[in-house]
Each structure stands twice: as C-alpha cells, then as structure tokens.
C-alpha cells in the first residue's frame, strides 16, 4: 500500500516538474511550486513544536499521570489533542506507556480531532465570510458526532483490541461531546475559545523556533533536552516532498474527474465548488475554506462535516505518517476516508434539498 501511494506521489511529482520545464503550459507547474512554496508556513508553524516537545511531554506527564493512573487511561491519548504535524504525534508518543495507543493517539486521533480542533477551526474563522460561518461550525459539529466511525475504522485497521480502542477513544470522545454542547448553546463563546487556543499555539510554536534557532546558532540551549531544529526540519522537508506531488496530482485528477465531480453537485443538491472543495479538502485544508465564499448553503455544511476527519488526507498528513510510521499508513487513510464518507453522509441526512441556495 505505501508503495503505491509513493508511486502515485512521485507521478504527481513528474507531471508538476516537466510542466514547470514547459513553463507552466497545463497549470500543473503552478501547484508543484505552490506544493514546495509551502515549506515556508510548515517551516514557521511545526518545528518550534516539534522542538519543544520532550519539554512539554515531561510538564503534562507530570500533570496528567496522576489523573490517568485514577481513571486507568493511558496519558498517550492527550497527544491527540494537538494536530499531527503540530506536535501531536511526538507528544502522544512520549507520554503513552503502550506504544500502540501512542500511535493511534499520535496519527489517527491528532490527524481527526486535533487537526480540526487546533488548525481546521480557527482557519476557518479567520478565511471564511460571517455569512458563511454558522454554516461552516454546523458542519464541523456534525464532523465531530460521527467522529467515533473515524476512530473505529483506524483502530481496526490498525489492530488495536476493543479495549485498547476505547481507552484509547475516550477522553477526546468525551471532549467532543463537550465541544459540541458548547458549539450549540454558546456559539461566540467557543469561537473566541479557539481563537485564543489558536493563538497560544502560534505563540509557543513561536517561542520553540526562537530557542531551537539560538540553540543552533551559540549551541546556548535555555530549555535542556530540546529537539535540535536541524532533525525537526527534516520532518518538515519529508512533507514538503509529498505535497511536490500531491498537489499537482490532485489537480489533474480534478481535471481528469469533472464530469462525475459535476454529477455528484447535481446528485447532492451542492455547487460545483462545493463538490469540488471535497475533493481539494482532502489534499489541503486552506484552499478548500477560501472557496467557501463561492458555496451554497448546503456545500459549507457538508464541507465542514468532511474535514473533521478528511482533511489533507493525501497531503500532509499522509506525509507525515510516511515520514515518522509508514505501518500508519493504512489505518490512517482507513479512518480518514471512512469518517469523511460518514461526514458527507450525516451532513447530507440532516441538511435536505431544502438546504442548498
């Protein structure tokens, strides 16, 4: 399975460079540019992270141990709280005590729930109109109630027992729950909650780049047993190479897929860029929300519902899994692809053909 997914990364990749080398004749060159332009945003946002994590995995053992020895959880699980590629998977792996929930917690849980929690959401806040937003929130609630078919899936998949699956589910199911009450009766409220939480991530992200940075450059380290900046851009770069191909794949599948993208509008009562940003949210998340101003109502929501768990399926975080557990793979894609078609599916249930404008 990862050898195909590498094949069809690497053909991405040749279809990008040789129309690059035509300049540009297919538009295909365009997005594998704008694949490796984004090492840059990767650059600023993961390794401050990435570094600081046997720091913050020591703080929050010594917080959460107690409490997870009291309610027989595995700490691991809280990893899942950050998104994959922000921390989430080493952090879910240094504070689990059974590897295999430190890999579901660190892959499948940070790629769903941490992923819409830390990355989705507030993105969406800051790119999406207000006209557009009490759609796009209705959609992740519904993303996030049918969350547990995602978990389930990969779990499998995985070959986790029930009992690892639900130790490992709990607590964020629960958080989820939460979120959900929270989203439904105080809607502001939890929008600056994630507004705020998306900012003292960005700032100790920030904090963690400026002290592995220093560190790198006097040997000076203010926090000892941080990871050196040099290994955490490597991860960074591992994504970067994936998204060289991905990015232009997606596009020539978007091209070569019109016809049954345009049937799928007309069968599920969405546009043609509602149909299309399912397609794209499954490579990347942000262009996906820029195009929700051009959606009709029943898109957005059934847009949010798909990226709770579906979001940059093939891009990222497939890459970051290649990089860090290619065992992964297939339970991520598992839960990722099997949450979404849920999402889709709930969404659609609950919105009608009433819905769309």
Same mark, same amino acid.
Not at 43 to 54: E, R, T
Not at 172 to 189: D, H, I, T
Not at 298 to 317: D, E, K, P, Q, Y
């Given at each position: 399975?990862?050898?195909?997914?590498?094949?069809?990364?690497?053909?991405?990749?040749?279809?990008?460079?040789?129309?690059?080398?035509?300049?540009?004749?297919?538009?295909?060159?365009?997005?594998?540019?704008?694949?490796?332009?984004?090492?840059?945003?990767?650059?600023?946002?993961?390794?401050?992270?990435?570094?600081?994590?046997?720091?913050?995995?020591?703080?929050?053992?010594?917080?959460?141990?107690?409490?997870?020895?009291?309610?027989?959880?595995?700490?691991?699980?809280?990893?899942?709280?950050?998104?994959?590629?922000?921390?989430?998977?080493?952090?879910?792996?240094?504070?689990?005590?059974?590897?295999?929930?430190?890999?579901? #917690? +660190?892959?499948? %849980?940070? &790629?769903?729930?941490?992923? /819409?929690?830390?990355?989705? !959401? @507030?993105?969406? $806040?800051? =790119?999406?109109?207000?006209?557009?937003?009490?759609?796009?929130?209705?959609?992740?609630?519904?993303?996030?109630?049918?969350?547990?078919?995602?978990?389930?899936?990969?779990?499998?998949?995985?070959?986790?027992?029930?009992?690892?699956?639900?130790?490992?589910?709990?607590?964020?199911?629960?958080?989820?729950?939460?979120?959900?009450?929270?989203?439904?009766?105080?809607?502001?409220?939890?929008?600056?909650?994630?507004?705020?939480?998306?900012?003292?991530?960005?700032?100790?992200?920030? #904090? +963690?780049?400026? %002290?592995? &940075?220093?560190?790198?450059? /006097?040997?000076?380290?203010? !926090? @000892?047993?941080? $990871?050196? =900046?040099?290994?955490?851009?490597?991860?960074?770069?591992?994504?970067?190479?994936?998204?060289?191909?991905?990015?232009?794949?997606?596009?020539?599948?978007?091209?070569?897929?019109?016809?049954?993208?345009?049937?799928?509008?007309?069968?599920?009562?969405?546009?043609?860029?509602?149909?299309?940003?399912?397609?794209?949210?499954?490579?990347?998340?942000?262009?996906?929300?820029?195009?929700?101003?051009?959606?009709?109502?029943?898109?957005?929501?059934?847009?949010?519902?798909?990226?709770?768990? +579906?979001?940059?399926?093939? &891009?990222?975080?497939?890459?970051?899994?290649?990089?860090?557990? @290619?065992?992964?793979?297939?339970?991520?894609?598992?839960?990722?692809?099997?949450?979404?078609?849920?999402?889709?599916?709930?969404?659609?249930?609950?919105?009608?053909?009433?819905?769309?404008?």
């Amino acid at each position: 399975m990862n050898q195909i997914i590498m094949a069809c990364m690497a053909f991405g990749v040749v279809l990008g460079g040789i129309d690059r080398m035509l300049d540009n004749r297919f538009g295909l060159g365009e997005k594998f540019e704008e694949g490796f332009m984004l090492l840059g945003p990767l650059a600023l946002s993961m390794p401050g992270i990435l570094c600081l994590v046997p720091a913050l995995s020591g703080l929050l053992s010594a917080v959460l141990s107690p409490v997870c020895d009291f309610l027989h959880l595995d700490p691991g699980t809280f990893g899942g709280i950050l998104a994959i590629d922000m921390g989430g998977y080493q952090l879910a792996e240094s504070l689990a005590r059974n590897p295999a929930i430190g890999r579901f #917690a +660190g892959i499948i %849980l940070s &790629a769903t729930f941490g992923c /819409t929690i830390i990355f989705t !959401i @507030p993105v969406g $806040i800051a =790119l999406i109109p207000d006209s557009a937003r009490q759609e796009f929130l209705r959609g992740i609630l519904i993303g996030l109630i049918v969350l547990p078919i995602s978990l389930l899936a990969g779990g499998m998949v995985q070959g986790l027992s029930p009992a690892e699956l639900f130790q490992a589910s709990l607590p964020v199911l629960v958080l989820a729950v939460l979120l959900c009450l929270g989203m439904v009766r105080f809607p502001e409220r939890m929008i600056r909650g994630f507004e705020k939480a998306a900012g003292g991530i960005r700032t100790i992200s920030t #904090a +963690g780049l400026v %002290l592995a &940075a220093v560190r790198s450059l /006097t040997g000076f380290a203010l !926090i @000892p047993g941080m $990871i050196p =900046l040099e290994e955490a851009m490597k991860t960074v770069c591992s994504i970067a190479v994936v998204m060289l191909g991905s990015l232009p794949l997606a596009e020539f599948l978007k091209r070569l897929l019109i016809h049954p993208i345009r049937a799928l509008g007309r069968r599920t009562g969405m546009n043609a860029d509602g149909a299309t940003a399912l397609l794209v949210g499954a490579v990347s998340v942000t262009p996906a929300l820029g195009m929700y101003r051009n959606m009709d109502s029943r898109s957005r929501v059934i847009n949010g519902a798909a990226l709770v768990s +579906g979001a940059s399926a093939f &891009a990222a975080h497939i890459g970051f899994t290649l990089a860090v557990e @290619p065992q992964m793979v297939s339970p991520l894609l598992a839960a990722k692809l099997t949450g979404m078609a849920a999402g889709i599916a709930a969404a659609l249930l609950v919105t009608g053909r009433g819905a769309a404008k």
